[in-house]
């Protein structure tokens, strides 16, 4: 079946910028994590959901970063007035139940390059 | 609060090598989850294996063996007879039950392993 796909893979913004990045995860899986993974570094937790409810987004660096998913699937994380500290590997990952111990399966990644 | 710490930067290893990944975490919680994920250049992390607090016995798939030891809070990870397409980034985590940290992965710094021909 389809893994979780992410769109764009790559994206370039000027400073100042406003970007969103989507998620698709695996269907009929609950939960849906964000992580932000600096290079060279593993990745960091941003926030999750419980189909549409957002229980954690404490990860979140700050309230320029904004996360939704409606209608308990697709997601979207955005990033308002980009900052070059912005730049990273967005992963999202989704697992079936919602459970501490769940396997989280990953999407390819967005590159976001802000320059 | 919880954390995972890969020693090792980097790894090098002539195929057919044996290479071991070493893993040690750090939690208050009692019951938690261990994962291993591989990182190939395309970026994508792969799932190789969980392992929970509860099940010391150590796994064996293929190539792949990994070692848990609750006495020393380690999880090490070992590729037998190494071969090019292991060349990856290796990235343990760690999952707790306990308060605020339910439901998320804490990842080391990750293990680049280079195998050459």
């Known amino acids: 079946g389809a893994g979780v796909s992410q769109s764009p893979r790559y994206k370039v913004a000027k400073r100042g910028q406003d970007v969103a990045l989507r998620c698709d995860p695996i269907?009929?899986?609950?939960?849906l994590f964000w992580y932000q993974q600096a290079l060279g570094q593993g990745p960091e937790f941003l926030t999750y959901?419980?189909?549409?409810?957002?229980?954690?987004k404490s990860g979140l660096p700050s309230d320029r970063f904004f996360a939704e998913r409606p209608e308990g699937s697709v997601s979207t994380l955005k990033i308002q007035r980009t900052q070059q500290e912005d730049s990273a590997v967005y992963l999202c990952?989704?697992?079936?139940?919602?459970?501490?111990?769940?396997?989280?399966?990953f999407g390819p990644g967005t590159r976001l390059l802000v320059l | 609060a919880q954390k995972v710490t890969q020693a090792q930067t980097e790894i090098s290893v002539v195929e057919k090598e044996d290479v071991t990944l070493d893993c040690v975490y750090e939690?208050?919680?009692?019951?938690?989850?261990l994962f291993w994920y591989k990182q190939p250049p395309s970026g994508e992390l792969v799932f190789l294996i969980r392992r929970n607090s509860f099940d010391e016995q150590n796994e064996i798939s293929g190539r792949y063996s990994w070692n848990f030891q609750k006495s020393t809070s380690s999880f090490n990870f070992t590729i037998t007879a190494s071969q090019v397409v292991d060349s990856a980034v290796y990235f343990c985590?760690?999952?707790?039950?306990?308060?605020?940290?339910?439901?998320?992965?804490?990842f080391g710094q990750g293990t680049i392993l280079t195998v050459h021909p």
């Open positions: 985590a760690l999952s707790a039950a306990g308060g605020t940290s339910y439901g998320k992965l804490t």
């Open positions: 269907s009929g899986h609950v939960s």
């Open positions: 959901f419980q189909n549409e409810a957002q229980l954690d």
């Open positions: 939690t208050r919680d009692s019951t938690y989850y």
């Open positions: 990952a989704s697992s079936l139940e919602f459970s501490f111990g769940e396997t989280q399966y």
